[in-house]
Every structure is written in C-alpha cells, then in structure tokens.
C-alpha cells in the first residue's frame, strides 16, 4: 500500500498540475483503492483463519466430575413405582447448575415454537429446568417445504435444543412424555433404553409446561399410508428422496407412457399455508432445475394439483391474496381443486368428490406418484390421555383447554399451562359471570344474580371482562352502545340475564387462535415473562401452595394475541397480509418474504447457513439426488 | 464518497502542512479508504443480487419433444427375451444429442472416482454414452469420514452424475448391472419399476467399462448385523444417527453406570485410512463439542479403540508416520489394538484374540455401544457373476482381472473393460514371454523356445516388456547386472528357460495395485484418454471388429499407476506419504490436507460447499442433532 499511496502524495505536492498528471493520480487512486480492497479482504480471510486454528481443542480435559448418588440411583415411587429422576448427573456440573439445584422445577414438555420461545425468554438461574421431548432439535417450520426440494439445507432449519437450554443452564432428556400425575406431581415418560427397549419413569416438577403440539389430523381418510406427511426433517427428507426416484423411475426404458405420466403427478391434500408453498416450491424445482439434468419429455408430462375442500386455497387469507396466489398458480400450470374432499387415496391413483356446475356431487380419481397429506392438526396422544383424566373441564376435542393465563383447565391452578398447537385458550367469557360481578355485589352488599347494573358498574365489569379477555377488548369498545342494545326493558340498568345475554353474544363473536406458529411462540415467550416475575413475586414457590389467591393474575396480565400478519411463498412471488395490508408481488416480494423470515429465525447460526443456502441456490440450483 | 475525498484534495492543494493538517488528512484517507471497502463489498453484495435474480424461470417451457417411438416402446431380445434399450427418451433432446445418436455405443457401469474420471476426461460427442448406477451422485469419499461427524455436510461430498453426464450430452439410468452376454453385446440391467417391483432390461454396447466398486470385507466374522459400515452417505446418516443417539441414552435418568460406558465404548475395526480418519474426527466431535452441550460425566466416561490386525495402523504407509499416528491417538487417549483379530460381533459387546507377552493367543472382550467395520473390500455380485462366465481366464479372487490395457481378461478383446476397486491389473509378465519373443524369432527364423538370446537381443525385449507391463520398469533398470545374473551358464546368452525364470522373477516383485481413489481416478482419466484417441483413429469401430490387430496397443500406451502419495488425517493433525518424502504435522498440516483435497474436490460447487462448511465448523461446532 505504501507504493502507489505515497505516489499519490508525491504527486500532489507539486505545484503544477496538468490534465495528464490529474489522470495519473486518479489512476493510482483507483488502483490504490482496489489493493486496499483486496487487502482488506484478505486481511479478513486470515483473521478467519486465525480464528479457526483457535477453535481446535489440543488437551483434552479430564478430571473427577461430582455426580450425586441420587442422580445414578434414583428412588421408585409414585402410583407406579417407577424411578422418579429428582436428580440428574449434570446437576453439579457448573457453579450455576449447582446453584439453581434445588430451585422449583420448571418441565417444559415439547421442543417446538411455542416451548423454545419460553426457553429463549426465560432468565436462567430462577427455576431448574427441564426439557424433555423426542427430537432434540427446533425445528423453523415455516421453512419446512423449501427444504424439501433442496432449496434449504435441512441443517439451516434446524438449531440443536442443547444448546438452548445450556444457555439456561437447564436439562434435556430425549424422552416423550405419556401422562401426568396431578396430585403427586409427576410426569410420566418413556423413553429407549440402552439396548432398545422402552423405559419409564417419573420426572417430578413444580411448574409443567405442555407444548407436544399436535399430529396429523386423517380426516377419517383411507390409504393416508400412501402419503407423505410435512411435520418433521425426516418427512422431508422422506419427500424429497420420493420426488428424486420418481424422476428417476421415469427415465427408466421400462417405463410405460402411462405409468411415467402417474410417477410425474404430483397430488397436494389441502390447500392451506403449507400445501401451497410445497406445490410452490415442488414446482419451481420441476421448471427450473429439472430441465437442465432429465430428459425434456418428463417437463412435459408433469402435473402438480392441489386439492382443497374450501373455495379458495388459503382461505385464512385476505381474498384478494388468495385469489391472487390462484392466479399465480394457473399461470404456472399448478392444478388447483377448490371444493373437492378427498374420499380414498389408493397406491397410484387418489378419489376425491367435487360439486359440478349443477351441483351434483360427482367422484373423480387422478393418477398419483406423490401425495403430500396437509390437511390440518389433531390431538396427540399424551393430550388426549391429560384430557380424558381433567374429565368435564376439558370438552374440546381437538385440543388441551386452558383459561386466558394459559393455565391448563381442570388441573390444579398454577401447576400445569398449555401453549401451542396442543392447546386452546377458552372464550367462555359468559361462564365468568359471576366472578366479573363478585366485587361489585360485595361492595354493594348484594346477590350477584339479582343486582341491578348500570352504566357506571358495566364500565366496571367491561374492564375486568377485557382484563381476564383480552381477545374480548375489540368487542367492548363502544360501551354505551352495548349497554343501551341490551338494557331492552329501557330501565337504564342491566339486570343479570341481560348481561349474561351480553356476553353470551361476544363469547360467540370471539373465534379461537390459529394454531400457528406466531401464536406459539407468543405464548411462550408470554409464559417466561410470567415466570421470571413470579420467580421474584414468590419465594420458592411455597406461597403457591398455601395462598388460595390467582397469583398468576395477580403477578401478570392474561395472555393476549397479537396477530402480526400472514405470509406465504407462491412460486417466484410472495403474499402478506398484514392485518388488512395486503401485499402481494413478484421477486422483490420473495426477496422482502425471504427477510421476514431471516429476521426471525432461531439464531445466528441459522441465518448465517440460510443465506449460504440461498446463494447456492442461486450459484449451483438445487441438488437433485437422493441417499 | 465523494465527500471525504473532495475534502481530501482541497487539503492537498492548501500551500501550508502543518502535522496536525497532515494527521487530519490521513483520518480522512482512512475514513475513506474504509468507507471505499464498505462500498465494494456492498456492490458485490448487489451484483449478486441482479445474478440471483436472473436464476429464477419465470415462464415455464412447453412445447413438443420429439421422442422416438423405439424408446417408447423397446423390441424385446437377447438370450432371455427382455426389452432391450437401443434408444432413449432424450435421444433428440438437444442437437449434439441428436448427432450422437448413432454413435458407437459406450456404456459405463457405476458412478465412483474410476467411471466419473473418465467421464470428465471423455471427449463429449464420440461415443453414445450411457452411465448405469444405482446411486445418482459421486462421492468425495476420502473426506466421507468427516461427514459422519458433522463437520461436512453431505451435500458437500457429492456431486449429481447428471450434471457431468450432461456434459457429455450422455444417458443417466439410475439401475445396477447384473450380468453380461458378451457375444450378443447386452449388459443385463436390474431396475425398480413404477410399482417398487423389480425389472430386468438389456443395454447394447460396443464398450462396457466396470467400475462397479466393491463390497465390504465380512472375513467370516459372525455378528455383522450389529457392526456400521462407511461406504456410501447413508452409512455416514446412520452412524451420525447412531453416536447421537447413543450420547441422549447415555443421559436418561433410567441408564445405569455399567450401560452408559457400553453406550459410550466406540470400537472401530480396521486400522486402515477409512478406520483412522474416523476415530479422529469422531474423538474431535467428543473432544470438541460434547462438552458444550452433554453432561459432563460423559466426557469422562468415553472410550474410542481401534482394533488392528497387524503391527501398526496406517501399515501402507511409511512406519514413521504410522508412529506418529500412533502417538497421536496414545495422546488423545484412543486406545490402539495392534495384532488383534476380531472374532465376532456381539449386541453389546466385541470379541477378538491378540497375542500376550508369551505369545499366547487370548480372546477378549471389549463392550461396544457403537462398531465401525472398515477391513478392507470384497467382490461384488455382479463381478462375481462375469468372472465365472470367463472361466479360467478370471483367477483372482477379489477383483476382475484385466490386461496392462485394462481389458477384462478372456472377454472379446477391445470389448470390455474393467476400472477401479473391482479391478486389478495382471502382473503375468512370463506368461508373455512367447508374444515377447515373437518378433525377434520371426526376424532370426527361429523357434522361439529354442532361440539364443544375446545381450542386444535382451535389451529389445526389456524394452517390449516395459511397454506392455509399465508396472515392470522399476525392476528392469540394470539390464546388465540381470543379463549376467540369470545367464548360469556363462553362456553370453540366455535361453528359454533363462529368460522365463528371469521374467518369472520380476513377476513376484510386483504387487497389485491398491484398491484406492488414485488408482480409479488415474484408470478412468487413462480409459478416456484412449477411448477419445480410438474414436479418432477408427471409423465408428468398425475397424475393430475386422481387424485382428491389438488397436488397444496400437493406438495408445499401457497403463501405468502413478503413485502421488498418500494422507490421512490423525486427529488435528495429518500426515504425509509423497513417494518416501514423509511430513507429519499439527494444525498447519491440516490445513494442507484440506488444500489437497479442496484443490482435488470433483467441482467448483463442492469447492464452495466445502470452505462454507470448514467455516460453519468454525463458527458454530458440529451439530449435535439426529433426524
């Protein structure tokens, strides 16, 4: 640098300066500025180099660890008298575990969106956490069917869950869990032993935290056995290996016209949010790499459907929106099937009826060599066991009830919450009657049933109402008008059925959450918030145990959900619904999705390997092979 | 920019310098020179923006291919009636496709370093080329230990045959060979149907190459079922499956003391490159990233063996490097088993004999939660199944025998050829001794049994011999000192029986060649070379099915194996074997490892993949996640 820099300055000094020297300099200038660049650069490659060479570990460490005898032999108890793991062999592994060794007992069920989000929320030390589920990695969902046709890595999705609770000091055990003791307070789990077989045992806890999410829901379809499924990693990898020996198969000289043409149909069940971004993604791998290595005629004979029971695909989204992915779609051949149900799928063919224009249901069959089933959610089986043992509290079929604290219903309070797809926050804001007018009818010296309210006492009610319901608060903005709507003998006061009539009608206007990633993740962090103040708000617990007070409510406000928008991938374009800010667009769009999703993504890492994702994509298309 | 730099020459031009002026401007300069860096990275950072946007396909292709009717529907014949494959799908996909359509008809079996060399090397448009393999990828297999660790990723290993098929306007088909009829010119092909069944075709060729590879070695060792192989990237996800699951078990509050070791005892069979290489990358994962996220008990409880048959691992190598490999693995406290076979396999356990102090042969045994069996290759089936159709003319055992031209021996000559581990080359230097002598007899008029051969006599034939074996050169450097040595009689002149001990010796000092990536790679580029000069020297083969001439030789030179060295890496270390010139190093010499491979890797794509995931390595450690 110091060659063409101090000509540089040679050549300012002298006093004369004619056009062809002011050349010159500019010349060494750029040069100048190019060497610093390449400098630069190379300065940072070898502190890249640097840094590597340190990360390699020369001696390993070995010494005496202190294990507690407990945590290698733990005690049997319990209605089953299994082991009950009070204790583990990290307990003492760092001056910090040790330290929150004997803190209430945190056990956070589930390694998806919503218990992560808890995880990353909470402040380490107040609680000895445990997590137990059985994938030891967070899944980022949303990207899931990108990965399926190799324009993600399915590392880039994937943050390992150890490294999530090491950073809260806590535990995690690669175990499912199979049902709970309330009264004793114990969760029972299964887990593969050491030579293959299952094991049981009890892992106590003060505090649960359910997020097992949910499974696929069959409809009551046959031959679903036929199908992939797009929850996990292994599914997609599962799809992707399927789509590469189906192409593969079509090249074959064995191979018939007709058998190529159902090897190369490809059949989507459902059209919500995930089936549409595989039927995108599915078909931006078909057109823009597949013609580069096969055979042109398997271009040709490709068909992608979609098949949705609904009007519209996407149908949680602005109509605008859908109708504008539905154009997208045509324009890219991707077969779209509105109002169809699906009644069988058979190993090459799939049944489904559809309304014709006179509206007589009629039966179709379309070949398959490939049907993706994404048709929605159902319970679990641990939910449906905790369900079933909670009897009359728990009514809802398809998911695990808690109160607007996210506090399982039916369980003793304050032990056990639900978050996620597994579970739903009641509305029966109506149900509270009685609970809203407690106060109001102590401080008047009434009986609540036979009060007579006015105005003054329903903006009362309304604020608790909107306080213990926060998704009520759209439905009690204007008061006054509420009140004169019901109060429909004129009498300027509300009795007590005509209030219950009132909430009654905003119970049925209240619709539940969807069971969305964003939700999850919202109540998770939710409950960590709680937590963190109720690790302060008590000592240890023991005032929960003996307090008769909601000290949940008491410590934090109810949980709110806070829609912040929709976004879906449609082949080379994007939509966003952005609570009534429809978006929808071409590559600017996908560049703006991919950002969203970028920005939210678990951790460094991932962002670093979604982006080196992206520019191999763009470097070197997508990998078809299978293994 | 233009800012600071304006300000700069305004600076320039004023007639006074005072040092703080001069401390101003250099502050400028290099505000500037940073903010010029920041500006060309951003502009890089853009430009690749515009690329990758011009990477998506907005329209999709449709219009009509012309596909053959024979490709649609094959004429059925050959010896077992089958359809036979004389034309393809994507026969007149392209114009240089088109013009090859009726090219002699090369067909390659199997997609390892051998067939994929050639397949690089081959001139495109020759030969209608059609590649058969059941795995569409090539694999970086010196680096495939790596992978099962995590530190690379699969992807980064493999390359799409497709993709270099393509190059070469060639066939891909995703099948394996299963048997040869040699005087009808048909590969018989094995594939998966439409329907998971399987289906058998016929492939026409005018040239075969076999590079079909070779199977893991079982040595007549019960219990196999429990052992983990590493041939393919399959192997490499399970055994990555597998070690992770074996470090969630060793967690479980359930896992007694005795079971966690046993889950925690990893025993890797064989001491070759293979078993080296993956107990240090896998004792650098347990070094480097366990300790991050497991309990830390585990740490201490680990154990790595690598159980060797002979006196030293790494024993191809030179014995001061497999010392140095030995102390190195004694430092990181992996346990080396010299001298010790192993007997059999057990769930839990691995049984083997080694040699006492006496001499005694003991038995035994180690407990094993995870076994590696890496000791070395065995013919494959359908090797097994030409080499008993060719009768006498196939001896060895363990590999496809083929001529100095790498023609499969007892095959119609110029037919069929044989590359790679499945291969070895004959060293049947006197069984030639006639075709040596055959000139020279015709030359003098003599019998050649009875011929006396003089000094300048001998020298001619040496130099026949060299040609034909080059393998033999080294051993026929002094030509003198071996004329006077094996002339007994003092005769000045060798005889028959003379010359055939003479040759019959330098027989026994050749060794076969090593079944490695080098040799394959240096067949197939050899293979193409000579089939690109073939191509050329004859009219579309014809000649070869008149003449009775050897054109193999005619028209290009034997095959000679080149030795280039050999490296492994010992566990943040690597050594060195470049022909007797030896180098054995830490940190520094694994960076030249990684060079040499990185410089030999397949593409520019796995070139970038690679450096990505040394970085990530880096950056973030192995993941720690199975799915």
């Known amino acids: 640098m110091g060659g063409p820099s101090g000509g540089g300055s040679f050549l300012h000094s002298s006093p004369k300066k004619p056009k062809s020297r002011r050349l010159v300099r500019y010349t060494y200038r750029l040069l100048a500025s190019l060497g610093l660049f390449v400098l630069m650069s190379g300065g940072l490659v070898v502190a890249f180099f640097v840094y590597d060479a340190s990360t390699y570990e020369e001696n390993p460490e070995s010494f005496d660890i202190p294990v507690s005898e407990y945590a290698l032999t733990p005690r049997r108890g319990g209605p089953k008298n299994l082991p009950i793991a009070e204790y583990f062999v990290d307990d003492d592994d760092t001056p910090s575990m040790k330290e929150q060794k004997h803190k209430p007992k945190l056990v956070i069920l589930g390694t998806g969106w919503g218990s992560v989000a808890m995880l990353k929320q909470l402040h380490a030390g107040e609680y000895h956490v445990t997590v137990v589920s059985p994938s030891n990695h967070f899944l980022f969902t949303p990207m899931l069917p990108s990965a399926t046709v190799g324009t993600l890595e399915f590392r880039s999705l994937v943050e390992p869950v150890r490294k999530i609770v090491k950073q809260k000091h806590g535990h995690f ?170 009644k069988e799928v058979r190993p090459e063919s799939i049944l489904f009826t559809q309304k014709d224009e006179q509206g007589n249901t009629v039966t179709k069959e379309l070949p398959q060599g490939f049907c993706l089933w994404s048709t929605g959610v159902s319970q679990c089986e641990f939910s449906q066991t905790i369900a079933a043992k909670l009897g009359d509290n728990q009514q809802n079929k398809h998911a695990l009830e808690t109160d607007s604290h996210l506090r399982l219903a039916g369980a003793p309070m304050g032990d056990v919450y639900a978050i996620g797809d597994c579970s739903t926050v009641q509305n029966n804001v109506s149900a509270h009657i009685v609970t809203f007018l407690r106060t109001l009818a102590w401080e008047k010296g009434q009986d609540p049933e036979s009060m007579k309210i006015t105005f003054a006492d329903w903006q009362q009610v309304a604020k608790r109402v909107k306080s213990r319901f926060p998704q009520a608060a759209d439905h009690l903005r204007r008061l006054d008008r509420l009140f004169e709507q019901y109060d429909q003998d004129k009498s300027g006061t509300l009795d007590f059925a005509e209030l219950s009539e009132l909430l009654r009608q905003i119970d049925t206007k ?118």
């Open 510 to 627: 209240l619709t539940s959450l969807p069971a969305t990633a964003q939700r999850a993740n919202q109540q998770g962090e939710y409950l960590a918030k709680k937590f963190n103040k109720l690790a302060h708000s008590t000592e240890g617990f023991q005032k929960n145990l003996i307090a008769d007070g909601d000290i949940d409510e008491a410590v934090y406000k109810a949980f709110e959900y806070k829609h912040m928008g929709s976004l879906a991938y449609v082949g080379n374009a994007a939509i966003f619904d952005f609570n009534g800010m429809n978006f929808a667009g071409g590559l600017l769009a996908v560049y703006l999705w991919r950002s969203i999703y970028f920005a939210q993504s678990v951790s460094l890492r991932t962002r670093c390997l979604l982006a080196m994702d992206w520019s191999k994509r763009a470097l070197f298309g997508r990998d078809m092979m299978n293994y």
């Open 173 to 342: 055990l690669k175990a499912t869990a199979v049902d709970v003791d309330f009264s004793e307070k114990l969760v029972e789990i299964s887990s593969t032993g050491p030579t293959g077989e299952e094991e049981r045992f009890y892992l106590p806890y003060d505090k649960l935290v359910v997020g097992v999410g949910s499974t696929t829901n069959p409809h009551g379809v046959k031959g679903l056995e036929y199908c992939h499924f797009l929850k996990d990693i292994a599914d997609a990898r599962l799809i992707r290996n399927q789509i590469i020996r189906n192409l593969e198969t079509a090249c074959l000289p064995t191979t018939s016209d007709e058998q190529r043409r159902r090897l190369l149909s490809f059949v989507i069940s459902g059209g919500g949010p995930t089936g549409v971004e595989f039927a995108a993604e599915l078909y931006d791998m078909l057109n823009e790499d597949l013609c580069k290595y096969y055979p042109r005629i398997l271009r040709n004979e490709i068909s992608v459907h979609v098949i949705q029971s609904r009007g519209h695909i996407l149908n949680t989204y602005d109509e605008a929106l859908s109708k504008y992915a539905e154009e997208r779609f045509a324009h890219d051949e991707v077969g779209i099937l509105t109002n169809a149900r699906v």
